[in-house]
């Protein structure tokens, strides 16, 4: 689903947010990324996304080399990848159902199958008696069940979550986590960055660390020299 093949990213003034960074995530997987701020999480975020373009090496996401994608395709490939972060990113003036609904609507789905396709999911995030409700009237944890919900109207295949808990209480935290743990169930894959430490040591899944730019641990690596 994703390869990072040698990947560096530099900014002008010298830093280096990644520094031949190697990373392969199967279909299916479920992977925390962590690291102390600075570490290059969001880098390798908005690479994932093609927001930035590495400065070496090849970057693969869902069967796509992303180098070769052109500015059309690239917002195209985008909104085929579910994506979360810390601030919910809702629609404020939009209740619920449409925060979800546009997400379909950009897409060119009809009203018809927009109306058959957002319920179960707001049921699924247990939010379809608020779905009238303004983002302002709910939670973070309300809120971030709904952006949740937006992520997966389309139906990815990979879902991208970017300090999904930043902003929300332990008890919503784990909300959310278990939501994510059913997401990958049903077979999406999911990346998610975190600082939450206390959540990926329970979640017991895959973990990547990062410090300064390079990959530091892989549990799936480091269990296979354990093996061997
Ligand atoms: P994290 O998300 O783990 O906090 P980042 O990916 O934001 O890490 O940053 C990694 C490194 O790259 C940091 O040293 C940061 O200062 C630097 N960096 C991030 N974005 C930029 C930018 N736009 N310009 C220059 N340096 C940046």
């Given at each position: 689903m994703i390869t990072l093949d040698h990947v560096t990213k530099s900014y002008k003034e010298g830093t280096y947010a990644l520094n031949d960074v190697n990373i392969e995530i199967e279909d299916g997987e479920f992977v925390f990324i962590v690291g102390s701020s600075g570490s290059g999480k969001s880098t390798f975020i908005k690479l994932l996304l093609r927001e930035l373009q590495p400065t070496s090496g090849k970057i693969i996401v869902a069967g796509r080399d992303?180098?070769?994608?052109?500015s059309g395709q690239a917002a195209k490939f985008r909104r085929e990848i579910g994506c979360v972060f810390q601030d919910f990113r809702l629609l404020p003036d939009r209740n619920v159902y449409d925060n979800v609904a546009f997400a379909q609507h950009v897409i060119g789905v009809s009203k018809k199958e927009i109306r058959k396709n957002v319920p179960p999911l707001l049921t699924m995030v247990g939010l379809s008696e608020k779905y009238r409700s303004l983002p302002g009237e709910l939670s973070g944890g309300e809120q971030q069940r709904v952006a949740l919900a937006r992520a997966l109207v389309n139906k990815p295949k990979l879902l991208l979550a970017d300090e999904p808990t930043g902003n929300l209480d332990p008890g919503n935290s784990w909300e959310i986590m278990k939501l994510l743990e059913e997401v990958n169930n049903q077979g999406t894959t999911v990346v998610v960055v975190t600082h939450n430490l206390e959540i990926v040591n329970a979640m017991e899944k895959r973990v990547i660390t990062m410090k300064k730019g390079v990959k530091v641990s892989d549990t799936k690596q480091d269990n296979l020299i354990v093996r061997n």
């Open positions: 992303l180098s070769r994608l052109k």
